[in-house]
């Protein structure tokens, strides 16, 4: 069973730079693409990005500048950094996999973690 | 890209059937099929429901079922149970690697 937990801090002080990390276990990093995901308080998920296990990255244009995804395959880890944080980016934070459809294709997120809640205040 | 459009809310009473949209353009759900459909019950994981527009995972029960005419996509729900009130929210690939939520579907059962 693959499992995914995400780990960081759960306060961030505007201005400053949101880490957070994906520990994935129940199966290996390799040959799939890794996502994080958001969700403000109230409002609808974000896709924020995704990066393949060898590093090739994709991230969502409106948050492109600020962005930065990562991964560690010896520690099965894959890392999100946000900076110039504001309250804008106060949100639960997910990590997921993608899982491949019927044409070979990654085209849906088939594992999912249980959420972090991360708030951008002084 | 823009959020895909979805209902905030839609109800409906045990046992009968409800639909949810997911309102795109032709530059995502109108040309590619690559809709997925996740159920969000808070504090808990977003699980996937559909994917593919009409695919659906193993353990997921036949009374949901995904559909796509154009540039919407739905997903449906027979036989209505409790258990089934929570936040739908579908998912599209929109080209060049980007990828969009919908603004999520709360759902309650009456």
């Known amino acids: 069973q693959v499992q995914l937990q995400e780990s960081g801090p759960g306060l961030v002080k505007p201005s400053e730079t949101l880490s957070l990390t994906c520990t994935v276990s129940g199966d290996s990093i390799s040959g799939y693409y890794w996502n994080w995901i958001r969700q403000p308080p109230g409002k609808g998920l974000e896709w924020i990005g995704f990066i393949y296990y060898s590093g090739r990255t994709m991230y969502n244009p409106s948050l492109n500048s600020r962005v930065t995804i990562s991964v560690d395959t010896s520690k099965s880890q894959f890392s999100l950094n946000l900076s110039s944080v504001t309250a804008a980016d106060t949100a639960i934070y997910y990590c997921a996999r993608y899982g491949y459809g019927y044409d070979g294709n990654p085209t849906h997120l088939v594992y999912w973690g249980q959420g972090t809640l991360v708030s951008v205040s002084s | ?110």
């Open chain 2, 1 to 110: 890209q823009s959020a895909l459009t979805q209902p905030r809310s839609v109800s409906g009473s045990p046992g009968q059937s409800v639909t949810i949209s997911c309102t795109g353009t032709s530059s995502d759900v109108g040309t590619y099929n690559y809709v997925s459909w996740y159920q969000h019950h808070p504090g808990k994981a977003p699980k996937l429901m559909i994917y593919d527009v009409n695919h659906r995972p193993s353990g997921v029960p036949d009374r949901f079922s995904g559909s796509k005419s154009g540039n919407t996509a739905s997903l449906t729900i027979s036989g209505l149970q409790a258990e089934d009130e929570a936040d739908y929210s579908c998912y599209s690939y929109a080209g060049n690697s980007l990828w969009v939520f919908g603004g999520g579907t709360k759902l309650t059962v009456l």
